[in-house]
């Protein structure tokens, strides 16, 4: 069973701090790891995705990917309160079929 | 403007009734998927198709049925004999080329009366 593992939270940070996202997977074959953000009743909308080891930077937001330890993470600079809500990991097991984690609730207060 | 559409936002569905989910796509995606999300729960994969006239099941295909005769088309029938079919369910489409993302519709809730 292809598994993604997510802390369901949910995370709680003060404005303007850093959110570090965590996603661990059991597949040593994946091949690309996409973040997708899901606002409550909405569908999920794509942030960043990474498919070499090491840290891509997109604005505010930056995936980290470590092949060797199976896991990649999101971190969120200067975390503003729209940035609240569930943020899916996903990743592609090379047969360009995704399996989602369930997601980690970030809650972001003023 | 070049996207996925969902219809309708929201269905509502009888007992015994089959009831079916329209995906509509003008990105020229070749590969089309169908999804669940039952809350607290992750993303569960229906159909998928990557190509006309040509689909697999995914994890949870039973009490489901689907259609490719369009590319830009993937309609999802919801069966009398899914039992529980209370559920968001989310419409992607990707290119169907290696490490390339797949973009999602804006989903449709579908409720029992």
């Known amino acids: 069973q292809k598994e993604v593992e997510q802390n369901s939270g949910p995370l709680s940070v003060p404005e303007g701090a850093i959110a570090s996202l965590n996603c661990t997977y059991s597949?040593?074959?994946?091949?690309?790891f996409f973040w997708y953000r899901q606002y409550s009743g909405k569908s999920p909308e794509l942030i960043m995705f990474i498919y070499s080891n090491g840290d891509k930077e997109d604005g505010r937001f930056t995936a980290q990917l470590n092949k060797a330890s199976q896991y990649v993470s999101l971190l969120i600079r200067d975390s503003q309160p729209s940035d609240s809500a569930t943020y899916l990991c996903a990743v592609n097991t090379g047969f360009q079929k995704l399996v989602f984690g369930t997601g980690t609730r970030l809650l972001v207060s003023p | 403007d070049g996207g996925i559409t969902q219809s309708p936002k929201y269905l509502f569905r009888k007992e015994g009734q089959n009831v079916t989910l329209s995906c509509e796509q003008n990105?020229?995606?070749?590969?089309m998927y169908w999804y669940r999300q039952d809350p607290g729960q992750g993303l569960r994969l229906i159909y998928y198709s990557q190509i006309v006239n040509d689909f697999q099941k995914g994890d949870i295909a039973e009490g489901y049925s689907v259609s490719r005769e369009k590319k830009e088309s993937f309609p999802l029938t919801v069966t009398s004999a899914q039992k529980n079919p209370t559920a968001f369910y989310l419409c992607?489409?990707?290119?169907?080329?290696?490490?390339?993302?797949?973009?999602f519709g804006d989903g449709t809730r579908l409720s029992i009366l």
């Open positions: 597949d040593r074959g994946s091949q690309s």
């Open positions: 990105l020229n995606h070749d590969a």
């Open positions: 992607a489409s990707d290119p169907d080329k290696l490490n390339q993302p797949q973009h």
